[in-house]
């Protein structure tokens, strides 16, 4: 898992890379980015398979805020991304990977 961040100085906003990668992730058949950036919608926001097995997907999302999100693995599992800034309970008795832009 990996979070590249880059931060957009004429505009409040970072350009966040969200990646997935390794043999655990190299059958999945769809990976979702879920997040209050998108309203906690299943599918609004997809990752995509290079060919080299790597998931990723970039968003431009507004600093000076705090994002909760969760990746959606196969249409069952969930999974925080370890290299999140910090985690937070969810309400539903897990928790939430953050970013603190």
């Known amino acids: 898992m990996s979070l590249e ?6 505009k409040p906003v970072c350009k966040v890379k969200f990646s997935l990668s390794g043999d655990q992730y190299k059958s999945a058949s769809s990976i ?9 919608q299943i599918g609004e926001t ?11 997907v970039s968003l431009d999302l507004e600093t000076g805020k705090e994002h909760q999100f969760r990746y959606h693995i196969d249409g069952n599992n969930w999974e925080n991304d370890p290299e999140a800034d ?16």
């Open 32 to 40: 979702l980015l879920v997040g209050d950036f998108n309203h906690w």
């Open 46 to 56: 997809p990752l995509k398979k290079a060919k080299t097995g790597v998931w990723s």
């Open 5 to 10: 961040k880059k931060f957009v100085k004429a």
């Open 86 to 101: 910090k985690f937070v309970p969810s309400g539903f008795g897990s928790e939430n990977s953050v970013l603190a832009l």
